[in-house]
């Protein structure tokens, strides 16, 4: 069963998604700096959660995710100094970036059973 993804006040959640390509022999570097940055933005209001996701076939291009409460908070912090601040050592790491912007609708956990085979 689905379930609707919902932030505080029961208003649907707001997922980013950015692409991004670290400039080469850079990308012990751009963890770290990710690293930094995410526990800043963590504690800005309506952030839910971050992920940093590297390309299993591509060790130079990775996701990063960024769960908010609502557009508000997203745009909000988009348009911030704060935001300026702490992306600017990422900036400096790649060779690109895209971003996108996504209403979670649903979500449906994982619900392991039992393994094939197994008595």
Known sequence: MTA??????????V???L??????GCEAQ???AWRTA???ISRVPGNLQQELIRDADDPRTFLITSDW???AAVDGFGRSSAREMLTEALRDLRE????????????????QGPEEGAA
């Open 38 to 40: 995410a526990a800043e």
């Open 69 to 71: 409460t609502d557009r």
């Open 15 to 17: 997922r980013t998604i």
């Open 96 to 111: 690109d970036a895209a971003r996108n912007t996504y209403e979670v609708l649903a979500v449906v956990p994982g619900r």
């Open 4 to 13: 609707p993804a919902t932030g505080s006040g029961g208003r649907a959640a």
């Open 30 to 32: 751009f963890e770290a």
């Open 19 to 24: 692409r991004m390509r670290t400039r080469e």
